[in-house]
């Protein structure tokens, strides 16, 4: 017995050293993704990778990622549901045979199931419990093209490798100068341009002449590259003097290369092939006529008044702006505001957190009239399924009047139920409201609320059974469009900006909704549906 017992723990260790050389390595030969022109297939008689499993491997149970790999899955499949899956796993290449270091990889199937990883530092990758099928691969590594590809995981098989190779990217510096040749980088250092740099996008078709505000002032990403601007704290030895940035292009020429204010389009170059640089000559008075202003008059909500008490701050979204004080009419101005979306608030401590979303347009004072702050309330409730229980999940609350776009689905007003429901939300705005109860096994339930008064108490907002709904987005969908979701009573209660062409899956209860496509304010697409129990698909076409 004892004799027995050693040849199982010899057998054991061997069957774990097989498994540690196959998960560090792997098989060689097969087929290769590539990108750009430069891009070639790999035989086996030119693989320069040792290979990854042994000629016989012992069997070995469900293997795991290399040591040293960052996986991570996304809304994975129930394991009980499905077989263990299969490894895939690979070396990522740049043309010259190297290894390439850093990266990051998503992987999505035709269910929409989304698996991503991070590249190691030894230049491969590795993701376990893929299905067989057909899976699409969007690749982003610095320095190097994008790759957006799709292969088969093939059935039957344990482990599969797939290799992946990519073209080096052109990297050009970027020079903004005004009609006398002074760069913009000594003009942003004056009070008026403090701040207010010219940026760039890099597109693969002309841009429109005014642009989502997913461009910022600062970097912006699109499809066709990336745009990093001068920072004043680090050396950057590629920068010379004077210049704003440099582009990385994210895709191989040709590619529209264009100067911005914010979301307003200046000149437009086309980039054929690799070149040091670009100069952008942009007047001042061209630049000056960008910036635009805004102006309103603070009322009390229930006198309807002029209300001096509050301060009043704009900031771009996603930013912070200083509160500044209204004069004793309750008027507020703002002046020398890039273009595009800004987001109001009121400080006060009679005021409720409330957000409003509003647009600054070129070379124009933008008078919003009087506006009323929400009066503060606070609401305590419970969270219960179908049978009355209680439910432990996240829940946001929206007030309506003040929801005018896509943007105004603000989640920060959020909080964690008890493990019996309860919930309490300190602070909200009177009035008609949403409140969204969300987890990831729930249905994404909006329930309509109409709060009067400074204290309401046992709210209850019932989840409904969770139906899955798959969203398919066309590659004709512009980046950075956002899909936003309405209720039956015309309110967005759900809102995801589209950063990459994949498909998008909610989890909803059963009732009649309405999609849309939208790009900040303008609504370009729409499209009614109705899940009745049965999972849906709904193509944004």
């Known amino acids: 017995m004892e004799r027995k017992a050693t040849q199982t723990l010899a057998i054991g260790v061997l069957a774990a050293l097989g498994l540690l050389l196959w998960q560090t390595c792997g098989p060689s030969g097969n087929k290769t993704l590539h990108t750009g022109e430069e891009s070639r297939s790999r035989s086996s008689e030119q693989e320069v990778l040792p290979p990854l499993l042994p000629t016989n491997p012992t069997p070995i149970p469900e293997p795991q990622a290399p040591s040293g790999i960052d996986h991570h899955k996304i809304a994975p499949t129930d394991p009980g549901s499905r077989s263990p899956g299969v490894l895939l796993y690979g070396a990522i290449l740049n043309t010259d045979g190297e290894r390439i270091e850093k990266g990051y990889l998503r992987l999505e199937d035709e269910q929409s199931e989304v698996v991503t990883t991070q590249i190691s530092s030894a230049g491969s990758y590795s993701m376990i419990g893929l299905t067989p099928g057909s899976w699409t691969l969007h690749g982003r590594c610095s320095e190097h093209y994008n790759v957006f590809e799709t292969f088969e995981i093939p059935t039957g098989v344990a482990h599969h490798r797939q290799d992946i190779t990519l073209q080096k990217a052109i990297f050009i510096r970027i020079r903004f100068e005004n009609e006398v040749g002074v760069s913009y980088e000594e003009l942003i250092t004056e009070s008026v341009y403090a701040g207010r740099h010219p940026s760039l996008i890099a597109t693969v078709n002309p841009p429109p002449s005014i642009l989502p505000d997913v461009v910022s002032a600062r970097a912006a990403i699109f499809d066709g590259g990336r745009y990093y601007q001068r920072n004043p704290r680090k050396n950057d030895p590629r920068l010379a003097p004077g210049d704003s940035g440099i582009l990385e292009l994210t895709i191989p020429p040709p590619v529209l290369v264009s100067a911005t204010v914010r979301n307003v389009v200046l000149e437009s170059r086309t980039v054929h092939g690799p070149q040091d640089f670009i100069v952008f000559v942009i007047p001042q008075e061209q630049y000056r ?231 900040d304010e303008y609504v370009r697409r729409s499209i009614p549906f109705t899940v009745d129990g049965e999972a849906l698909a709904i193509e944004l076409e």
């Not at 956002?482 to 995801?496: E, M, N, P, T």
Request: glycine fraction near 10%; aromatic fraction near 6%.
């Open 289 to 519: 006529a960008t910036f635009g202003g805004l102006r309103l008059m603070v009322v009390h909500p229930n006198t309807g008044a002029s209300w001096a008490a509050p301060s009043v701050s704009v900031s771009n979204t996603g930013g912070s702006g200083r509160p500044r004080k209204t004069d004793d009419r309750g008027v507020v101005g703002f002046s020398d505001l890039l273009p595009g979306l800004y987001e109001i608030r009121f400080h006060h401590k009679e005021v409720a957190r409330t957000a409003q979303y509003v647009r600054v347009h070129p070379g124009t004072v933008t008078d919003l009239g009087s506006i009323a702050p929400g009066l503060p309330a606070r609401v305590t409730g419970k969270i219960v399924d179908e049978n009355d229980r209680g439910v432990s999940a996240r829940i946001t609350y929206k007030p309506l009047a003040f929801q005018t776009m896509v943007h105004d689905t603000d989640s920060r007003m959020q909080r964690e139920s008890d493990e019996e429901g309860g919930f309490s939300l300190f602070h909200v705005a009177q009035g008609k409201a949403l409140c969204i109860v969300e987890r990831k096994d729930l249905a994404l339930t909006p329930v309509h609320l109409n709060i009067s008064g400074n204290l309401v108490e046992d709210v209850v907002v019932r989840v409904e059974e969770s139906i899955p709904v798959t969203f398919i987005v066309p590659t004709s969908v512009p980046f950075g469009t956002r899909l936003g979701l309405v209720d039956d009573k015309g309110a967005y209660f759900w809102s995801q900006k589209m950063i990459a062409r994949s498909n998008v899956s909610v989890r909803l209860s059963r009732g009649n909704y309405e999609a849309r496509l939208c790009e």
